[in-house]
C-alpha cells in the first residue's frame, strides 16, 4: 500500500532501457599458451592462474552495480499497490487527482447541488443506471459512489483512452453547451461526462468513465485499488 499525500501527479514517466550484457571476445594468445607444450609449461600454467584469478575479481567488482540494476524501482513496486488518500483536505466542490497504477484517479467531493443537477441528466445519458461493467457492483447507483458525496473515477476517456478535464458549471467552453450542468470533457475528440463520469448520447465514447475499487478506511482517508472482496 502506497501513502498520498500530494495533489497532483504526474501522469507519465519517461522510460529507461537497460542495455543488455554482451560476451567479451577471448583474450588473444591465451589458447596458444595454453596448449603450449614443453618446457616452461608449469611458468605459463601460473600465469594462467593469476590471469584468471584477476579478471574473477574484476567479474566480481562489476557484477554488483550490474546486478542491482536489476531490482525494481519504488514506483515499480508501487505501480500495482494500493494507494491510501488522505480526502481531508478535499472541499466542496473541489477534485484531487491521484496515481494508482499509472492512471489518474480522481476524487471529487460534490456538493447538495451538484447531486440534484446529476438527477436531471438521465434521458441524455448512454448508460445512466450504470448497467455496464465500469464499476464494483457498490458503485452500480444514481451516484456510482460509496458515499453520494464523494466521487472515485479514473480519469482516462473510454474512447481513446485520453485524459478528459473537469469542466464546471457556466462554464464558457464552447464545446459543453449552454446547458451545461457540470462534468467532465474530453478535448480530443468531444466525449462528455456528468459529474458522475456518465458517459453523454452521442458522444465517441462508448461507456462510462471507470470506477476502480475503493472502500474507506475512516472518514478521511480513502483506500484505492482494494476493497473489502480484497485487491484488484
Known sequence: MVLVNKHVFPFFE???????????????????????????NAARRRVLLLTAATAGVGMA????????????S?????????????????????IKTVEWR???????????????AMATQDSRLVDPQSKREQQPAY???AQRSVKPEVF?????????????NPVPLGSSNPSVGDDWMG???????????????RVFQNKPAPTNLEVPPHKYLSDSRLLIGEDDTGVA
Open 14 to 40: 519517461s522510460l529507461w532501457y537497460q542495455t543488455p550484457m554482451t560476451h567479451a571476445p577471448a583474450l588473444p594468445g591465451i589458447a596458444s599458451l595454453a596448449d603450449d607444450g614443453g618446457e616452461g
Open 61 to 72: 567488482v562489476t557484477a554488483v552495480p550490474f546486478v542491482s540494476s536489476f531490482a525494481p
Open 102 to 116: 499509472g492512471k489518474p484517479v480522481w476524487i471529487m467531493r460534490r456538493t447538495p447541488e451538484m447531486l440534484a
Open 183 to 197: 462534468g467532465f470533457f474530453c478535448p480530443c475528440h468531444g466525449s462528455t461526462f456528468d459529474l458522475a463520469g
Open 74 to 94: 519504488e514506483r515499480a513496486r508501487a505501480s500495482g499497490a494500493s494507494v491510501e488518500v488522505d480526502i481531508a483536505d478535499i472541499a466542496p466542490g473541489g
Open 139 to 141: 458503485a452500480r447507483n
Open 152 to 164: 472515485v473515477g479514473v480519469g482516462i476517456c473510454t474512447h481513446l483512452g485520453c485524459s478528459p
